[in-house]
């Protein structure tokens, strides 16, 4: 059973810093997903990667994917109030479903 | 369409009593999924579907759970005899097929049993 590991489960910063978390599986990922969640809200999806050292890029998010596929990592440069939220990482089961992670919980203080 | 709608959003029940929450996907989504999370956990998975067939439950998925998705339409998911151990957040999520497709999450249905 494939079990994602994610760092640190919680993080307070101020306004403007930058941070990143991480992203950790017991084995390969097949594809990789980053989700947001805002209390009392569903997950909405920020980015998918599948292949091994990809970089993606959303605005002031980078999402970077291991040579090795069994980890990713999140890095959010100048961080606002508004990326406040749960920081999921999910993983594609050929069993048709995602695996999620337990979550970064982040919080931006203004 | 405007996403993924779940009704309702929150519930109350006492201990012992059945519960229906109902997900409507997104029209061109294929396939729905629920799953549940609970305070401090990612979500767990549930059970999906892909049209109207009902085609993977996980083990979480106990003889007092059960899910229906008629016509490949909105589903439902039904708890029968409540127990405090059942309070969480129940997301509803659709997608179409393809390993490079995320999720659509609805807001999910807050269940508290008392």
């Known amino acids: 059973t494939q079990l994602l590991e994610q760092s640190p489960q919680f993080l307070s910063i101020q306004e403007g810093e930058n941070l990143t978390v991480y992203c950790n599986s017991s084995?390969?990922?097949?594809?990789l997903q980053w989700y947001r969640q805002e209390p009392g809200e569903g997950p909405v999806l920020l980015v998918t990667?599948?292949?091994?050292?990809e970089v993606k890029k959303l605005k002031r998010l980078t999402f970077q994917f291991g040579d090795a596929r069994k980890d990713s990592s999140l890095h959010i440069t100048a961080a606002q109030p508004g990326d406040t939220g749960l920081y999921l990482c999910?993983?594609?089961?050929?069993?048709?479903?995602?695996?999620f992670g337990p979550g970064t919980r982040l919080s931006v203080l203004p | 369409d405007t996403g993924v709608s779940q009704n309702p959003r929150h519930k109350i029940t006492k201990r012992g009593q059945n519960v229906t929450f109902r997900c409507d996907p997104i029209?061109?989504?294929?396939?729905l999924y629920w799953y549940r999370q609970t305070l401090g956990q990612g979500p767990e998975f549930l059970t999906y579907?892909?049209?109207?067939?009902?085609?993977?439950k996980s083990r979480l998925l106990s003889d007092r759970f059960s899910a229906e998705r008629p016509k490949g339409s909105f589903s439902t998911l039904e708890i029968q005899r409540t127990e405090q151990g059942d309070s969480a957040m129940y997301l509803c999520?659709?997608?179409?097929?393809?390993?490079?497709?995320?999720?659509?999450f609805g807001s999910g249905t807050r269940l508290t049993v008392v």
């Open positions: 999520a659709s997608s179409t097929m393809g390993v490079g497709y995320g999720y659509t």
């Open positions: 084995s390969v990922f097949s594809s």
């Open positions: 990667v599948v292949t091994g050292g």
């Open positions: 999910a993983d594609y089961n050929y069993g048709q479903n995602f695996v």
């Open positions: 029209s061109e989504h294929n396939r």
């Open positions: 579907f892909q049209n109207e067939a009902q085609l993977e």
